[in-house]
């Protein structure tokens, strides 16, 4: 007998498709990353994706659009933090960034490989810039307190968001030893404002 055929549609089949893939990915390696497999594994025809990635390079670019709105949601609800000085909202959007990182190594490597490529898509650039928007408004709020120097927010978080990601990319390669980053991050935010303290001599 003829097996049957599978199915075109699965349900919300896009969402299905960065869900496995995205566990694909933190399991083996974008190389491994196949719409043709995810198929299989979803169950639905191998034609089925092409209605949402119509290559690869689609399904990539739809992860990495993805990690960077969560990462924007989890950095932004860090930043809130009602009732605290700005200090305190740098050290925990700096704790959730690094956090983020650890948890999800391989969608943030392919983020910010994504990050790289020449010829963004506006909604990745979109995406981006929300996520790296939080820190230079908590910046510009120590600016307007008179606690760090003047000068533009963005260029003074890209001294933060440079030793920040240094230290996940030692943490991954496992250079740092005996402890852990929940104590290296608020150190570090600590010597990135000291440079910036409009009091130092």
């Known amino acids: 007998m003829k097996p049957p055929s599978r199915p075109y549609h699965h349900g919300n089949l896009r969402q ?15 190389q491994d990353l196949s719409l043709r497999e995810l198929s299989r594994e979803l169950g639905v025809s191998h034609a089925s994706p092409q209605r949402h990635f119509a290559t690869k390079q689609d399904l990539i670019d739809a992860l990495a659009i993805m990690g960077f709105e969560r990462l924007s949601s989890v950095v932004g ?13 740098l050290t925990k959007a ?14 943030f490597a392919l983020m910010f490989e994504a990050k790289r490529r020449p010829g963004m898509r506006p909604e990745l ?3 981006l810039m929300a996520a790296f928007s939080h820190v230079p408004k908590i910046l510009q709020e120590g600016q307007e307190a008179g606690k760090i120097v003047a000068g533009d927010p963005h260029s003074l978080a890209l ?3 440079a030793a920040l990601h240094g230290l996940v990319a030692m943490s991954i390669e496992g250079k740092i030893r005996g402890t852990s980053l929940k104590a ?16 130092k001599t």
């Open 94 to 107: 700096a704790n959730a960034y690094v956090g983020f990182a650890l948890k999800h190594p391989a969608l």
């Open 125 to 127: 650039r979109t995406a």
């Open 159 to 161: 001294t933060l968001g």
């Open 77 to 89: 609800k860090a930043a809130e933090a009602r009732g605290q000085d700005f200090k305190a909202r």
């Open 16 to 30: 299905e498709l960065l869900r496995a893939a995205e566990a694909a990915l933190e399991a083996r390696g974008v």
């Open 184 to 199: 290296v991050v608020p150190k570090t935010v600590q010597h990135v404002l000291t440079g910036l303290n409009t009091n």
